[in-house]
Each structure stands twice: as structure tokens, then as C-alpha cells.
């Protein structure tokens, strides 16, 4: 189950040991303390991956007014397919709708495995837009070793949500817990 849209920030997260470290790398990419163009955050059904997603970009487009793109992997991967099949396509000329987005959000990542070519095709994607000097953020029920043509660049970061309905917000907006 998806989470709605919501306004919510990052620093309306319940932190649990769980989420912590998710959490935290979140928080480092939206402050320019991380070290890394790709992120990947890795976790189980309803661990609350998109709700992270969703506060994330909430932060980058209010904090740093930064143009966001948060899309499904699977509108991406259809989108991506049928471009390849065109006389002509390169991911260069498949790649410029990205450029006017400081960030590339793809929620459910998943969908792409088994999908080899797919993988391969959204691999020279992503390196593009990486060297570009844009950021992508991926979230996935699969860790990022399922996905071996993908992720090659030194600029990456791999966080893992290890328990199911780790997300909740506060009830008391003052106050962050950090059980």
C-alpha cells in the first residue's frame, strides 16, 4: 500500500532503529553531507520507503528549491522500452528530460528485475544524468546487487529500512523521538 501525498519533512519522521540510518543519509543528501550522486534505499514491503521519498523531496524543494521528478520506475521502464524501439534512439536524446530536474527520484525500482536489457539501457541513463551533475534517489524492496549493470558509480550509498511499518509520524511536532 502507497502512501497518500503528503507535505510532510524529514524531520517529521519517528526515528526507530529501524529507519534510522535511512533517515539520517536523507537528511545528509538534503544538507550536502553526503558524498554520493545515487542513493538507494533498500527495504521490505510497507517499511516505509516512499513515505521517506515523498519527505525527502518535500525537503529538497522547500529547503533548497531544487526541481524534483519522483516517478514510478515501471512509467519509466515502459516509457524507456518503447523509445528503444525507435529508429535513432540514444540515451543521450532519452536522457535531456531529466536534465531540467536537479534530482531524479524512481520509486519501486524493483520492477526492473529480470529485466537485463532494461537494466542495461537505464544504466547508460543514469550515467548520464549522473555526469551531468544531477542526483538520482532510488527505493527498492531488492538490495542493489540484484540490479549488477546499474550501479557502478563511486558516488553511491545504499541504506537499509530493516523492519515493515517503520515510518510514523510524531504526534508532538516539537519534540523528535529517537526510540
Not at 538534503?30 to 516512499?50: P, R, T, W
Request: glycine residues 4%; aromatic residues 8%; charged residues 25%.
Amino acid at each position: 500500500m502507497k502512501t497518500t501525498i503528503n507535505t510532510s519533512s524529514l524531520k517529521d519522521i519517528s526515528i526507530n532503529k529501524y529507519n534510522r540510518e535511512a533517515v539520517s543519509v536523507c537528511e545528509a543528501f538534503v544538507e550536502h553531507k553526503l558524498n554520493a550522486n545515487i542513493l538507494f534505499i533498500q527495504g521490505d514491503s510497507e517499511s516505509g520507503k516512499s513515505t521517506i521519498l515523498q519527505c525527502l523531496t518535500n525537503d529538497l524543494q522547500h529547503d533548497l528549491d531544487w526541481n524534483v521528478r519522483i516517478a514510478e520506475t515501471k512509467e519509466i521502464a515502459l516509457i524507456l522500452d518503447q523509445a528503444i524501439r525507435k529508429p535513432g534512439y540514444s540515451h543521450q536524446v532519452f536522457s535531456e528530460q531529466f536534465m531540467e530536474h536537479d534530482v531524479l527520484i524512481l520509486d519501486d525500482f524493483d520492477y526492473l528485475v529480470g529485466m537485463t536489457d532494461l537494466q542495461r539501457e537505464l544504466a547508460n541513463v543514469i550515467k548520464y544524468v549522473i555526469s551531468s551533475g544531477r542526483n538520482i534517489v532510488i527505493a527498492s524492496r531488492n538490495p542493489s546487487y540484484r540490479f549488477p549493470h546499474m550501479f557502478t558509480s563511486k558516488g553511491f550509498k545504499e541504506v537499509r529500512i530493516s523492519q515493515p511499518d517503520a515510518i510514523h509520524y510524531q504526534d508532538n511536532e516539537d519534540e523528535r523521538k529517537t526510540a
